[in-house]
């Protein structure tokens, strides 16, 4: 039987230290009970306190991951219900952080969307957005308890999501351009499910590349594939857990920040 004993883990992100905890105990999340003790700051790691659960069932295997192929809808009222219950996290995360920001919400169809605003929002986004994310991961899990269907719920702090958005929508277009020109496989650096989500978006209706998602966990990254593919043997598998991502053909993140 596992310790009930919660143990604290720390990382950069509150992912981070989580994936950390998990590894350690050699549980899943849907094994343990994870509490945010800190969600770290520019010169502090995020904590987090995780406690694995008393019984857990003998069949029990992983949740599965909220991402871009979820497909099961929810109710407007659900939605709604969802919106307030997120904003008012978020509110509360932002008074936590100790940020001068204002937070709004609304929904579109299936989507719940709330808005970080002020003169510290950048402190909110944190490097590469990584903050931010935290933020949504946990709003995107507050959204679907309770047995709804899936509602997608997306975090944005002083426009950086838009400007993200125009960013990687134009380096799927440069790249799917070169994708074809070589007709071999373009691996994109890992990026989280909005991330990936524009790339696939984007290349939706080209009509000489399709995308597909590969990877599991933090690894998970866009394939972009030319339709007249010359070189079968070239990236079918682009493991980056196993050889990291390929210092040649690999695109994604460079250093600048928004």
Sequence with gaps: ??????????????????????????????????????????????????TPKAEPAAAETEEPEFDEDAKTTAASADVEAARAECEDFVKNVIQRMGVKCDVTSDTLNNEVNIYINGDDA???????????????????IIANRGGRGFIRAQVDAGNYRKRRKDTLANLA??????????????????????????IHTTLAGDKDVTTQSEG????????????NERNNSYGKSS??????????RSFGYNKRRF
């Design 239 to 248: 493991d980056f857990r196993r050889n990291g991502p390929a210092r040649t």
């Design 122 to 140: 950048g402190q909110v986004i944190g490097y590469r957005g990584e903050v931010l994310d935290s933020i949504q991961y946990f709003a995107l």
């Design 216 to 227: 599991e966990g933090k690894y998970r990254h866009v394939v972009i594939i030319p339709n």
């Design 1 to 50: 039987m596992k310790d009930k004993t919660p143990m604290e883990f720390k990382g950069a992100t509150v992912d981070e230290a989580i994936a950390l905890g998990l590894k350690e105990l050699g549980l899943t999340e849907s094994q343990v009970e994870v509490e945010v003790k800190s969600y770290g700051g520019i010169f502090t790691k995020a904590c987090v306190a995780i």
């Design 173 to 198: 277009r440069r790249l799917a351009q070169k994708t074809v020109k070589s007709g071999r496989r373009t691996a994109l650096e890992p990026m989280n499910p909005f991330e990936r989500r524009v």
